[in-house]
């Protein structure tokens, strides 16, 4: 079964603090993907990976960057964190393989003070 | 870049009665359409999909969804829901790589 973990359940932080969120599969997966939930609005792209040191923008990238240095970990970093930052953070994995879904982790709750 | 419509963001049901959350989508080429939920405290998961073939894709837990192609539709049906059922649900369609999600609908069945 695949397995995506995200490093932390809840986080609290500091306006304009720099924040590293992490998230590692255990699937090989070549793509991995950012997003956050917030109510009303759905699940919204932030950035996503097709390949180790690769990258994308999804929809809403301002004020977030990545890094993929192994297969297996994306990074999602918030580089000065603000309060409209609060949110749940979803990491996702999925094959290239065709006709595959993508596999979510837990999910992070992030709050920023 | 592809986009998704859910309706009725809010739904209150009982026990045994019938589940139909809509799903319209706008995208110009070949997709691949998900229904996923996410039970209360719990992760997103899988709950069917449609990549070709019969339109009408059965999933986990009594759960079906048909593809309408004419009307850019994917809707998700369960003829009696359970109390279990309580979850949030989430249609997706995949284009160029990517997913773009509805905004969900809140499904609250009351014992």
């Known amino acids: 079964d695949v397995k995506v973990t995200q490093s932390s359940r809840y986080l609290v932080k500091r306006t304009g603090e720099k924040v590293f969120l992490e998230c590692v599969q255990d699937?090989?997966?070549?793509?991995m993907f950012w997003y956050r939930q917030d109510p009303g609005l759905g699940l919204r792209l932030i950035y996503f990976?097709?390949?180790?040191?690769?990258?994308e923008k999804g929809d809403i990238p301002e004020g977030y960057s990545v890094s993929r240095e192994k297969k297996e970990r994306f990074s999602l970093i918030l580089e000065s964190a603000s309060t409209n930052q609060t949110s749940m953070y979803l990491c996702?994995?999925?094959?290239?393989?065709?006709?595959?879904?993508?596999?979510f982790g837990d999910g992070t709750r992030l709050s920023i003070l | 870049a592809q986009s998704v419509s859910q309706h009725n963001h809010h739904v209150i049901l009982s026990e045994a009665a019938s589940l139909e959350l809509g799903c319209n989508y706008s995208?110009?080429?070949?997709?691949?359409l998900f229904w996923y939920v996410q039970y209360p405290g719990q992760h997103l998961q899988l709950l069917l999909k449609?990549?070709?073939?019969?339109?009408l894709v059965k999933g986990i837990k009594g759960f079906e969804a048909e593809f309408i192609k004419s009307k850019f539709s994917f809707n998700l049906r369960k003829p009696s829901v359970q109390w279990s059922d309580t979850a949030e649900y989430f249609c997706?369609?995949?284009?160029?790589?990517?997913?773009?999600f509805g905004k969900g609908n809140q499904v609250v069945v009351i014992p």
């Open positions: 996702a994995s999925s094959s290239d393989r065709r006709n595959q879904p993508q596999h």
């Open positions: 699937m090989d997966h070549e793509n």
């Open positions: 990976s097709y390949d180790v040191k690769m990258k």
């Open positions: 995208y110009g080429g070949t997709v691949n």
């Open positions: 449609y990549f070709s073939g019969d339109p």
């Open positions: 997706a369609v995949k284009g160029n790589n990517r997913l773009a």
